[in-house]
């Protein structure tokens, strides 16, 4: 009983920062709803024009290797078109579920190491990354998808790493290694994951003897030979 009563506070500590993010991004990007429809923008607009479906898997002619970020894109555009409002509510959504996934995994691993107020500093955290002006580029402009989704990948596989470090579930490797090979397709931004995954394995090892080796191999292996496939 007292396990399920820690899992619901805890569930609605969660449901109650998310609440806050949202508010905050749109109460900061709504005035720019309507805009973002400009320059690369166009000629994202012009590849995905009359094109078959299937041309996403040459990525709509874009020379690179993002056939899940052109995928999405012409189903988004097929659907909506220039309409402001669905394309605002997309990013802003995707900019607020990074937020949210930040301060998951911040608030965990300050927890874990013994940070001082580990919740407020990971809400704080999510709050610095939801607002920072840094970040208006990516979440205004409409052409800037990719950097939204792989932000999302990146942070969801450190927090499936998290989880299977924790528990060793086999489930939570598979998953660690689902959403990379989703990321790699989506932009180059994803190559990333295997250091920070590694990084984040160290860590845990320092901190508390495991895992070995062999929990090493299993993380990054399947990770590393991924990237040289890739390329």
């Known amino acids: 009983k007292a396990r399920i009563n820690r899992m619901m506070l805890q569930a ?5 920062v998310l609440a806050l993010l949202f508010t905050a991004v749109h109460a900061f990007y709504y005035p720019t709803w309507n805009a973002g429809f400009v320059s690369d923008f166009n000629g994202l607009q012009w590849r995905l024009e009359d094109k078959p479906w299937y041309d996403f898997l040459h990525s709509f002619g874009f020379p690179a290797m993002q056939q899940l970020l052109h995928l999405a894109l012409y189903v988004f555009y097929s659907l909506f078109g220039t309409k402001p409002l669905p394309w605002y509510l997309l990013f802003s959504s995707l900019h607020i579920l990074n937020a949210w996934l930040l301060y998951l995994f911040a608030g965990r691993v300050f927890a874990r190491f013994s940070i001082p107020w580990p919740t407020v500093a990971a809400v704080s955290a999510a709050i610095c990354f939801a607002l920072s002006p840094y970040h208006t580029e990516p979440v205004v402009w409409k052409v ?7 932000g999302a990948f990146i942070l969801l596989s450190l927090l499936l790493a998290l989880a299977w470090l924790e528990q060793g579930q086999r489930k939570h490797l598979f998953l660690v290694h689902a959403v990379f090979a989703a990321a790699l397709f989506t932009f180059e931004l994803a190559l990333v994951i295997p250091l920070l995954c590694l990084f984040l394995a160290w860590m845990w090892r320092v901190e508390s003897g495991a895992p070995g080796r062999g929990r090493f191999v299993r993380l990054a292996a399947p990770q590393w030979a991924r990237t040289a ?3």
Not at 144 to 150: D, K, P, V
């Open 12 to 16: 609605r500590k969660n449901a109650a």
């Open 229 to 231: 496939f890739y390329f």
């Open 144 to 150: 800037c998808l990719n950097f939204l989704l792989s």
